[in-house]
């Protein structure tokens, strides 16, 4: 691991810290680093500096993540930390962030202006922002100033963090999580009848799924059948915009962008499931397996498509959850 790398980890640490209330901004974290024999004394080390790892010839003197859309974004959290005494560092300092700083007037000042007003030498960038007003200008910004830049430092870790914002705005449509529970012998259901597959501890965790994605939905049948509340009740947090789909009833994903759903999860019976992967319409996979449980007939579980790669295994007591994305 190279100290680029290490302190990128922390900027993804903290920018996980504004997964509830980011949105729709994408989750930013950001690091300012200066090496030890620059520290004034006396010195005292900020409160987040990290004491004991692979390069104690630097310290951090400064951190911040995007906290909720409207407010500061994660270079301005970081520089309102540096300490007074710190502040003479700032032109020897380096600044990890990972997404491209803004250049352009939002709800906030262009991050990259900032940057160079506070006179930082060297910025390193986990990866550049699709978003139509960004897409590499706060980059040639900095550039333009003379700061050194480093773009792609745990690149692929730094946009999957984002992975939703960056799909909304390239693709025009939410990030999409086809989602279903099936017994050990591949099925749904029992012979068309509802069937208990999920753990108390599985189904939390798929409420707390809905609770990070903006939208969930289901079919007609589904909605009829089992009448699902789709809500958070065994987690803390927003519940999701409730869809429900029919052939009268379509999805419009121009309409679901319009509105600003970053996010959906599809958890409909198997005819809604398999219509989304025929028709490509999915992001990721998510297969809870109950391998001590058979039924002798029902509704069988859909294909995992052949395009689908396991990015994540999990077994929790007899429970198995296999995480695919799309290749």
């Excluded at 250049?103 to 940057?115: M, V």
């Excluded at 009740?233 to 009268?248: A, K, M, S």
Aim: glycine share 8%; hydrophobic share 35%; proline share 7%.
């Amino acid at each position: 691991m190279t100290v680029d790398e290490f302190y990128m980890r922390r900027c993804l640490q903290l920018a996980r810290n504004g997964r509830q209330n980011a949105k729709p901004n994408p989750m930013v974290g950001a690091v300012i680093v200066v090496p030890v024999t620059q520290q004034p004394s006396p010195v005292t080390h900020h409160p987040s500096s990290i004491t004991h790892h692979p390069f104690p010839s630097t310290r951090i003197i400064g951190e911040g993540y995007h906290v909720r859309c409207g407010e500061g974004h994660a270079e301005v959290n970081a520089f309102a930390s540096v300490r007074p005494e710190d502040e003479p560092l700032l032109p020897e300092a380096t600044m990890y962030v990972s997404l491209e700083p803004c250049s352009h007037y939002g709800k906030t000042p262009p991050c990259a202006d900032l940057i160079i007003k506070k006179g930082i030498r060297r910025v390193v960038i986990g990866c550049q922002d699709d978003f139509a007003e960004v897409q590499g200008r706060g980059i040639k910004k900095l550039r333009a100033a003379g700061i050194d830049v480093t773009v792609g430092v745990l690149e692929a870790e730094c946009r999957a963090l984002n992975r939703r914002f960056f799909t909304f705005h390239r693709y025009a449509r939410p990030y999409i999580i086809l989602k279903w529970a099936q017994t050990a012998n591949g099925f749904i259901d029992d012979h068309g009848q509802p069937l208990a597959i999920s753990s108390p501890f599985t189904q939390m965790l798929s409420h707390k799924l809905r609770a990070e994605e903006d939208a969930i939905l289901v079919g007609r049948v589904t909605d009829e059948r089992e009448h699902p509340q789709l809500t958070v009740r065994h987690w803390v947090g927003r519940n999701p915009r409730r869809l429900i789909i029919d052939r009268l009833h379509p999805l419009n994903l121009q309409s679901l962008h319009a509105h600003g759903v970053q996010s959906l999860i599809v958890e409909g019976g198997a005819q809604t499931l398999q219509s989304f992967i025929d028709q490509g319409l999915w992001d990721e996979l998510r297969v809870e397996t109950n391998l001590l449980q058979t039924v002798s007939g029902g509704t069988r579980a859909p294909l995992v498509p052949a395009n689908g790669r396991v990015v994540r295994h999990e077994i929790y007591g007899h429970q198995q959850i296999l995480h695919f994305v799309s290749e």
